[in-house]
């Protein structure tokens, strides 16, 4: 694959939710003390900051469907009393 192809074949299910993953993604480096290419092209980046990037971002979005589910529980909870 030539430079400036992408592979990416993962499809958003919520389309408005790509500048919140961007978001996060740039968050999340800043946290980990990783620099975002400028250009958008990770192929220079080491797998290992890639990787650190995408694990810590999984995590968050985890914690994050972990409180809305409690959180809609707890209140379908309340509303059925």
């Known amino acids: ?20 993953l961007e978001q996060l993604k740039y968050e ?12 958008g092209y990770y192929g220079y980046m080491a797998t290992r900051d890639t990787g ?12 994050i469907a972990e409180q809305q589910l409690a959180g809609s529980s707890s209140q379908s909870k309340s509303t059925n009393r």
Request: hydrophobic fraction near 40%; charged fraction near 15%.
């Open 28 to 39: 999340v480096a800043q946290e980990l003390g990783i620099q975002i290419p400028q250009d």
């Open 52 to 63: 650190a990037i995408g694990g810590h971002m999984t995590r968050r979005l985890v914690e």
């Open 1 to 20: 694959m030539g430079s400036g192809q992408s592979r990416n074949r993962n499809v958003l299910v919520v389309q408005q939710a790509g500048q919140a």
